[in-house]
C-alpha cells in the first residue's frame, strides 16, 4: 500500500476533519448511488465514528436530485447544521455547487476517482489521484479506494475491518484489479469471507450465494447488482443502511427489500433494452448507439447501453426523457474509443456530464440529441478502423473437453481475483460433440448445453445466449469459448464452462421433419422441386421466399428449407452438389408421409398371374376387379400400379372402362415402364429422406455436399 499522504490535498483535508471533531461541528458525507459510492459512504461514516466525530450522511435521489452534489441539498444540510461536507465518490464536476457552499459557509471536502475537467471545484481540499498535480503512484483507485487513503491518514492505522466495503466497491466499480487494487479485492474478499458484517451477511443468504468463501464473481454478479438495484429504483438509502446495519432482523429485512428491488431492476432492464433495439434498428447510421426514450428509467439506463456495446460492440448511450423534456443518460464505449474526451468535446450540450474512457454520465436536454448522435458518429467515423469494430477475445489456452478438470480450474483459481485488468483466462474447446441443448431460465433466455469427447463431458451455460440453442443443430460439431469454473450441487462438484462464444465450422442441417413451417426461422426460402407445391405454398401467404429446386444458381439461399420431397433423389442430389460451396443451414422441413415405401410392390410371378388373368378372361370391368381384391387379397393401389404399368408397356388398353390385352404386345422389361421406375426412385427418396435417423440424414447430406459435379471440357483451340 502506498502512503496516503503522497495524494495531493490528504493533509489539508485530514487537517480540517480533525479540526472539525476536536469543535464538535456537524460532518456529512455526501455520497453516490452506486455501489462504489454506498461503500465509500458506509466507509467514511465508520472512520468518523472511531475518531468520535458529530456526523451523518446523505445520498442524493437519482430521480429528484440527479447526480452529485446539488444546490438544494446544501442548502438543506447548511440549514441542519452541518458545517463540513466531505465527499465520496463524486464531486469533482460540483464547481457550481462548491461555490455555492461556500457562499453560504459551508466548507467542502472533495474525494472522488473520476476524470477531471478542465476546471476544479473551488473546495477546502481536493484528493482524486487523476488530479493533474498529484503525485500519487497508482491512478485508478475506485471511490472508496480514495475514501480508504483518507480514512488510513486520518486514523493513523488502515481501517482493517473496512476492508470488505472496499471489496465490495472496487470490484463493482469495474476499475482494474491490479496494484493497491488487486490488493483491497484479495483482502477484502477474505474480510468479507468472516461475514461480521450483518447486512452483508443477509445479502448473501437472501441471494442465494454459496459461500464462503467469496470469490470477486460473487460480488460482481451476486452482491453488487442487488445493491445497485436500490439507487436505480428508488434510493439508496436501504443499500447504504444495509451496509451500516447492525441488528439481523433489520438486516434481513433491507436485504429482502433490496432483493426485490433487483428483481424490478431486472424486468425493467429487458423491457427498455427491447425498445432501445427496436430504435436502432429504426436507425441508418450506427457508428455510435445514441437511442432515447420517454418514460426510460434512468437508473438503469447504463446496464442497457452495455448491453447494446455488446451486441453491436459500437459506443452506446442510452437517454431516458422525462415529462419536461430533460434526458438523464449513461454512455459505455469499447477499446481505442475516448469516450470522456469525445464528450468533453460538446460540453456545452449537457447540463451535467462526467466519466472517464469508457463509460460516462450525461444530462441533456432533448433538443441536444440529435446533435450529440450527430457528433458521436463523425468522432466513431474519423478514429476508428473497421477492424476496431471487430471484437477480439483473446485465448488463454487451447483444450479439450477431457483437458477441463477441477484441478485444473483451481490452478487457475490461483491467478484470482479476476476482473478489469486481470481477466479471467479465456480458454477454447474445439469442434466438440453436443450432447445436450436447451434453452432455460424463467424467460428461456438461457442456453446450457453438454459437450463430449471420447472421454469426458462438459457442462456450457451461457447467459442471454439461448439463441445458440435455435442456430446450432444438434448434429453439429461446436466449437466454444468461454471462463472456466465449478459447479456445485448437492455436495457433487464439476466442472463447467461460462460461455461467451461459439462456432461452428461449415454447413448445418436441422432436422425439422414433420413440424409446422411456421417454426421455421423468418428469414428461411422455402425450397421445392414442384410447380404444384410452389404455388400452394404461396397461396399460404408465406412470407418467405419459394423457390423451385431448377431455379437455384450456383449460389443457394444462405439459410433454405427443404419442404417438399423430390420423386428421386438424383434431383436433390443435383441440388446440393451444385451449391455445395454457399450451403450454410439447411431445415429438413418435408411435412409429407411416406406413402410409396409403405406400399407393397409387387413380384414378377404376380405380374405374370395379372397379365394371364386378363388374356384369359378377356375385357376386364371394374366389378370384375373388385372381386379380383377379394379373391387374391389385393389391394385397389396395387391393381392399380400393375394396370398403369401394363399400359405404359403397351400389354394394354383400357376403352369405356374396359382392360384388354393389347392385340400385338411387344416383349418388355418392366423396367421400361415410367411408373414402376418412378416408384422405384420414390421408394429410394423416402427411405432416405423420411425414415432415417438425423444420424444417417447428416452423413447423407455430408456426402453429397463433398461431392463435385463433373468438370465440363472446353474447347480451347481447334487444333
Not at 452482491?223 to 438486516?251: F, H, I, Q, W, Y
Not at 488463454?396 to 483466462?425: C, H, W, Y
Not at 431445415?587 to 409429407?592: D, N, P
Amino acid at each position: 500500500m502506498h502512503d496516503p499522504f503522497l495524494l495531493h490535498g490528504m493533509k489539508e483535508a485530514v487537517d480540517r476533519v480533525h479540526k472539525a471533531v476536536i469543535d464538535k461541528e456537524k460532518i456529512i458525507v455526501f455520497g453516490d448511488y452506486d455501489v462504489d459510492g454506498v461503500s465509500s459512504t458506509a466507509l467514511m461514516c465508520e472512520t468518523l465514528q472511531k475518531l468520535g466525530a458529530v456526523y451523518d450522511w446523505y445520498i442524493p435521489n437519482r430521480f429528484t436530485e440527479g447526480y452529485g452534489p446539488n444546490v438544494n441539498a446544501f442548502q438543506g444540510l447548511r440549514d441542519g447544521g452541518a458545517s463540513l461536507i466531505i465527499t465520496v465518490d463524486t464531486g469533482i464536476a460540483a464547481i457550481d455547487s462548491v461555490n455555492f457552499a461556500n457562499e453560504i459557509g459551508l466548507d467542502v471536502i472533495v474525494t472522488d476517482h473520476h476524470e477531471v475537467g478542465p476546471e476544479l471545484p473551488a473546495a477546502q481540499s481536493i484528493i482524486n489521484p487523476k488530479k493533474k498535480n498529484c503525485s500519487y503512484p497508482y491512478k485508478d483507485l475506485a471511490g472508496v479506494g480514495v475514501v480508504l487513503k483518507l480514512s488510513h491518514a486520518l486514523l493513523g492505522e488502515v481501517p482493517k475491518d473496512g476492508f470488505d466495503l472496499v471489496a465490495l466497491g472496487t470490484i463493482s466499480d469495474l476499475v482494474p484489479l491490479v496494484d493497491e487494487n488487486r490488493y483491497f479485492a484479495k483482502r477484502g474478499l477474505k474480510q468479507l469471507g468472516l461475514q461480521k458484517r450483518a447486512g452483508l451477511r443477509s445479502l448473501g443468504e437472501v441471494s442465494g450465494l454459496n459461500g464462503p468463501p467469496f470469490s470477486a464473481q460473487d460480488v460482481g454478479f451476486g452482491l453488487g447488482p442487488r445493491l445497485n438495484a436500490a439507487g436505480r429504483m428508488a434510493s439508496a438509502r436501504p443499500a447504504c443502511e444495509l451496509l451500516m446495519v447492525k441488528d439481523t432482523e433489520e438486516a434481513l429485512v433491507l436485504a429482502e427489500q433490496i432483493d426485490h428491488l433487483n428483481q424490478d431492476r431486472q424486468e425493467t432492464v429487458e423491457r427498455i433494452a427491447e425498445e432501445a433495439l427496436k430504435s436502432v434498428d429504426q436507425e441508418t447510421d450506427v457508428d455510435a448507439v445514441v437511442v432515447s426514450g420517454v418514460g426510460w428509467n434512468s437508473g438503469v439506463t447504463g446496464i442497457v447501453a452495455s448491453r447494446l456495446v455488446e451486441k453491436f460492440n459500437r459506443p452506446a448511450i442510452v437517454i431516458a426523457v422525462d415529462e419536461h423534456g430533460v434526458g438523464k443518460g449513461s454512455a459505455r464505449s469499447i477499446p481505442g474509443f475516448d469516450l470522456y474526451d469525445t464528450l468533453s468535446e460538446v460540453r456545452h450540450l449537457f447540463t451535467h456530464f462526467g466519466g472517464h474512457p469508457m463509460a460516462a454520465g450525461l444530462t441533456i436536454d432533448t433538443t441536444h440529441i440529435d446533435e450529440l448522435r450527430s457528433h458521436m458518429n463523425k468522432r466513431v467515423n474519423e478514429t476508428m478502423t473497421e477492424e476496431e469494430f471487430i471484437p477480439v477475445t483473446h485465448i488463454e489456452l487451447s483444450l479439450t473437453v477431457s483437458d477441463v478438470t477441477i484441478d485444473l480450474i483451481r490452478e487457475v483459481e490461483q491467478l484470482a481475483p479476476f476482473g478489469m485488468g486481470n481477466p479471467k483466462p479465456c480458454v477454447l474447446i474445439e469442434e466438440s460433440k453436443i450432447i445436450d441443448k436447451r434453452s432455460i431460465g424463467a424467460k428461456k433466455n438461457h442456453v446450457k448445453m453438454q459437450l463430449a469427447d471420447d472421454d469426458a463431458q462438459l457442462d456450457c451455460i451461457g447467459f442471454r445466449k439461448s439463441y445458440i440453442d435455435d442456430q446450432v443443430s444438434m448434429s453439429s460439431s461446436i466449437s466454444v469459448i468461454g471462463e472456466l469454473e465449478t459447479n456445485e450441487w448437492r455436495g457433487k462438484i464439476k466442472p463447467q464452462l461460462i460461455l461467451k462464444d461459439a462456432q461452428v465450422n461449415g454447413y448445418q442441417l436441422f432436422d425439422v421433419r414433420g413440424k409446422s413451417l411456421a417454426s421455421l426461422p423468418a428469414d428461411v426460402a422455402l425450397v421445392v422441386f414442384t410447380e404444384e407445391k410452389k404455388q400452394q405454398l404461396k397461396r399460404l401467404d408465406t412470407e418467405s421466399a419459394v423457390i423451385r429446386a431448377d431455379e437455384v444458381d450456383s449460389t443457394m439461399p444462405g439459410t433454405c428449407a427443404l419442404v417438399e420431397i423430390p420423386d428421386s433423389l438424383e434431383e436433390i442430389e443435383t441440388l446440393l452438389t451444385r451449391t455445395s460451396s454457399s450451403v450454410k443451414n439447411v431445415y429438413v422441413a418435408f411435412q409429407e408421409e411416406a406413402v410409396s415405401y409403405f406400399m407393397t410392390v409387387p413380384s414378377r410371378e404376380e405380374f405374370k398371374w395379372y397379365f394371364a388373368f386378363i388374356k384369359q378372361k378377356g375385357p376386364i370391368s371394374k366389378n370384375e376387379l373388385t372381386q379380383l381384391e377379394k379373391y387374391k387379397g389385393w389391394s385397389e393401389p396395387m391393381i392399380k400400379f400393375m394396370t398403369n404399368v401394363f399400359r405404359e408397356l403397351e400389354f394394354v388398353t383400357i376403352e369405356d372402362g374396359l382392360i384388354k390385352i393389347h392385340h400385338a404386345p411387344l416383349k418388355k422389361d418392366l423396367k421400361d415402364a415410367p411408373t414402376y421406375m418412378m416408384h422405384q426412385t420414390r421408394v429410394d427418396a423416402e427411405k432416405t429422406l423420411l425414415l432415417s435417423s438425423s444420424e444417417e440424414l447428416k452423413r447423407w447430406f455430408d456426402q453429397q455436399l463433398k461431392r463435385k459435379l463433373p468438370e465440363r471440357e472446353e474447347l480451347l483451340s481447334g487444333l
